[in-house]
């Protein structure tokens, strides 16, 4: 489950700082659409910011990505595939571990072995994985409030709900949302 770790957090420090130094348009506006070089920018400014934002993003990219389990791989594989489609009809109840094991026939030790060996990580983390996932996604598409979300993922409340997303993607549901919509009013790339 990503989170924005420290040297996340180092890196966009450096961008903000850098961003100071090379362009005079102030940085806290989110309706800027264009920036304005300062005539007194250090040499190399703008390459340093893109080369800190490619960084950046690699990292975050990094963090979201989950290892492909191998189904195919011996031990536990068709019992980890049923187990993690289990999980993905029930993003709207609020499961146990132990739920979990005796629906799906399988003992506790079992399962979190196998999702540790196959991605690396435990059975509720990946559950909490993927209602995050399915919560990030909702506000994509813009249907449901976050209390609609909330409820429909079976968190206890909406401020939970907050609190997870935020530990997960390292901003709120709203902080989000924003940033969803502001990258959908940029204009497209053209094409090389």
Not at 43 to 54: H, N, R, T
Not at 96 to 108: A, F, H, K, P, V
Not at 159 to 172: I, P
């Amino acid at each position: 489950i990503a989170t924005t770790g420290e040297a996340e957090r180092a890196l966009l420090a450096r961008i903000v700082e850098e961003s100071g130094r090379a362009f005079s348009t102030p940085l806290d506006d989110p309706a800027t659409r264009s920036l304005q070089r300062r005539e007194t920018a250090v040499f190399g400014g703008e390459q340093l910011i893109c080369a800190a934002l490619e960084e950046l993003l690699i990292r975050l990219i990094r963090r979201q990505q989950r290892p492909a389990p191998s189904f195919s791989a011996p031990g536990g594989g068709e019992s980890l595939r049923r187990v993690m489609d289990y999980m993905q009809q029930h993003l709207g109840c609020a499961l146990t571990l132990e739920q979990i094991c005796r629906d799906n026939l399988i003992g506790r030790s079992q399962l979190q072995k196998l999702f540790h060996t196959h991605t690396g990580g435990g059975v509720m983390e990946y559950f909490g994985h993927l209602k995050i996932q399915a919560a990030r996604r909702m506000i994509r598409e813009g249907h449901l409030n976050f209390t609609q979300i909330s409820s429909h993922l079976g968190f206890q409340s909406v401020h939970y709900f907050s609190r997870r997303f935020r530990k997960a993607t390292g901003m709120s549901p709203s902080e989000y949302a924003r940033s969803v919509k502001m990258l959908s009013e940029f204009p497209p790339m053209p094409a090389d």
